[in-house]
Every structure is written in structure tokens, then in C-alpha cells.
């Protein structure tokens, strides 16, 4: 079996944190390195990721024990959120159009890795607002509006609310009503919002001023610092990077584990630009900004 982990190792200094995680390993993929490449998602189980360009364009699978690789789209903005279903058969993923009129369109579709078979969500739309994975289901709010469609055996079914935005504010959908969710204001730009595992909380930034977590109503405000790109590890543990740039480009940035009590953990030293950290069952991918992919492997 071809190895296609490189074993990394980098100095981590935890003093003065608390350790909400355990760290092991962490390995470089054996990717095509490319400073255009970076991470776009990493299937649950953490046995693949999916690679797509810095302009998010395409999606590749990278087997993480085989090497083996997939190219699953050449789409373009397919890289943008794409998600992954909970037994890892499915990559739900946009793709952007240009009409002859020069018109931005979003379509959402469906790929079944093992079969191939692709199913058209939302047709070409210019009105795309997000897009989810609930249980058998690909879901999608277009104009406020919710389509469905099953990604596996048994019928479309929308239990969970859906989380969405629109110029840079954010949407709930809940029994088929759709309604602005802004825990601080209308004056900020809400981005990198999700939902927590269980569906009872909202993690996002807002752009300048950090990452917080509320309540679905809005409620129960919790600010977790000045941090970006911020994904749920659990229902009560978030992953995030802090990052430093000089006006033009990163000069440095870390992964970082957060609880919703205020601790923190650096997981990365400063032996790399670590980036846009996807957390999966054990493990956590991120990128750097010259195109390399990494695998931080936890234990709690």
C-alpha cells in the first residue's frame, strides 16, 4: 500500500490554555501540490477529503489510506461549502453559470461517489441561498423557498431548520417559513454560518469582528473571539483559525479548538500557515496558502 501520509511534526506550546483536545499526529497529505489547491471538505468517518481550487473550482476526492484520487466535478463554485452526506456516498455541491446575458446562475446537485448518478436540487437560480444535508435529504432555500430531494433510499424528508444567507445576512427556515436571523444588527456582514450538530445553535462571524454562537431565535449571544472560518467539532466545541495578514497576504495563522466556556487550544505551531480548519470524527484538514493539505489527528 502506497503511503500518503508524511508524518509532520510541529512544536505546539499549550501553556497557559487548556487541552480540550489531545493531539497525536499531524500528517501533510500527498496531494499535487499547487498554491491554488486547498481543502473543501473532509467526508465524517475522516477517510477522504475533497480538494477544489483557491477559485473553487472542482472537486476532487483523495483517498487518505489509498491515495487513490476522484475527480467528482470540474464544476464551477463547486469547492464553495460543498458538504459531504453522513455515510459519505454523497457530495452535495453548487455550480455557478453564466447566462448570454451575462448572469450570475447557481444551480445545487447531488453526486453518488459509488454509482456516479448526479441529481439536479435547484435548477440554475439567481436567487441560491444555502444548501444542506439532512439525513437522506439534500436541501436547498431558493427565494426562501425550500426544494428537496432524496440523496438515498426512502423519500425526502426536511427535519432539521436550514441555515442560509443573502447578502450577507442571515436566514432561518423552519417549517417552511423563512426569517432573518442578525443576533447583532443588520449593520454587519454575517458569513461561515452553520448549525450545531444537534440543530439548536448558530455559529458565524461577523466580518471584522470575530466568530459568536447563538440561540435559533438569536438569543443567548456568545462571543468566542476574534477568530475566522470557525466550524462546529461538536455540540459544544468549535474549530477555528486565527490569522494574521500584513494588508496583502497571511503571515501567519493557527488552528485553534474553542469550547463555548471561553478555553482555547492552539492545535498548530508556527512551522506553517494553517488554514480553514474541516473537522471530521478524529481528525481535523486544513490548508496553507501554498496549496498544501494536512490531517490533524485528536483524541478528547
Not at 134 to 155: P, Q, R
Request: charged share 15%; with cysteine; glycine share 8%.
Amino acid at each position: 500500500m502506497r503511503k500518503v501520509l508524511l508524518a509532520l511534526a510541529l512544536c505546539v506550546s499549550f501553556s497557559g490554555m487548556a487541552q480540550l483536545v489531545n493531539v497525536t499526529s499531524i500528517d501533510k497529505v500527498n496531494i499535487p501540490e499547487s498554491a491554488v489547491n486547498k481543502v473543501a471538505a473532509i467526508s465524517p468517518q475522516g477517510d477522504y477529503i475533497l480538494v477544489t481550487t483557491d477559485y473553487n473550482c472542482g472537486l476532487t476526492k483523495y483517498d487518505l489510506s489509498t491515495g487513490a484520487s476522484q475527480v467528482i466535478t470540474t464544476a464551477q463554485g463547486a469547492g464553495f461549502d460543498a458538504k459531504i452526506s453522513a455515510d459519505g456516498n454523497t457530495v452535495v455541491y453548487r455550480e455557478r453559470s453564466t447566462t448570454k446575458k451575462h448572469l450570475q446562475m447557481k444551480a445545487v446537485k447531488s453526486k453518488n461517489l459509488a454509482t456516479g448518478a448526479e441529481q439536479v436540487v435547484v435548477k440554475p437560480t439567481r436567487e441560491l441561498q444555502g444548501f444542506a444535508i439532512d439525513g437522506n435529504t439534500a436541501v436547498a432555500v431558493n427565494k426562501g423557498k425550500i426544494s428537496k430531494k432524496a440523496i438515498a433510499e426512502g423519500k425526502a424528508q426536511v427535519n432539521a431548520p436550514v441555515l442560509s444567507t443573502k447578502n450577507f445576512l442571515m436566514y432561518i427556515t423552519q417549517g417552511g417559513k423563512t426569517t432573518m436571523l442578525a443576533p447583532k444588527g443588520q449593520g454587519y456582514r454575517y458569513i461561515w454560518a452553520s448549525l450545531s450538530p444537534d440543530a439548536s445553535k448558530v455559529l458565524f462571524c461577523c466580518s471584522g469582528n470575530g466568530a459568536y454562537v447563538c440561540n435559533l431565535d438569536g438569543s443567548g449571544l456568545v462571543s468566542l473571539g476574534n477568530y475566522r472560518a470557525p466550524k462546529w467539532m461538536s455540540n459544544n466545541m468549535v474549530v477555528a483559525m486565527d490569522c494574521r495578514d500584513n494588508g496583502e497576504v497571511f503571515t501567519s495563522s493557527e488552528i485553534v479548538v474553542l469550547d463555548l466556556n471561553g478555553n482555547k487550544q492552539v492545535v498548530t505551531g508556527n512551522d506553517v500557515i494553517a488554514m480553514y480548519p474541516l473537522p471530521a470524527q478524529g481528525k481535523i484538514a486544513f490548508s496553507t496558502p501554498t496549496g498544501e493539505a494536512y490531517i490533524i489527528n485528536v483524541a478528547n
